[in-house]
């Protein structure tokens, strides 16, 4: 995410979902998960540059990013944390793109 500003961390995810999504129904909703949040994160990230772009609304565009960067990291930690404990979760504030 951070070396490709926010372009290509959905990359990994996607790989992740199609190489292992039928191992399971844990598995494949926590890959699901993961890629939502990525998908998520992604929609925020243009919106984000696109106000950066605009001159007016830079400041909030900034602020953006990084509000977008740390939402991401917080639930990806949160919901690792959650599969390694063998817990079922919903990440909060991520639609359901991918099911």
């Known amino acids: 995410f951070i070396l490709s500003a926010g372009t290509l961390g959905f990359v990994a995810s996607l790989v992740i979902y199609l ?3 039928d191992r399971g ?6 890959a699901a998960n993961s890629l939502n949040i990525q ?7 243009v919106i ?4 950066i772009l605009t001159i007016i609304l830079s400041p909030i565009g900034v602020l953006g990013l990084i509000a977008v960067a740390i939402w991401g990291c917080v639930l990806h ?3 690792a944390v959650k599969a390694n404990n063998g817990e079922w979760y919903k990440p909060p ?4 793109f991918v099911k």
Not at 39 to 45: E, F, K, S
Not at 48 to 51: A, C, E, K, P
Not at 93 to 96: C, K, L, S, V
């Open 93 to 96: 504030m991520t639609p359901d």
């Open 25 to 30: 129904p844990f598995v494949r909703q926590n």
């Open 19 to 21: 190489m292992y999504k």
């Open 48 to 51: 984000s540059w696109i106000m």
């Open 77 to 79: 930690a949160l919901a």
């Open 39 to 45: 998908i998520a994160m992604g929609i925020g990230v």
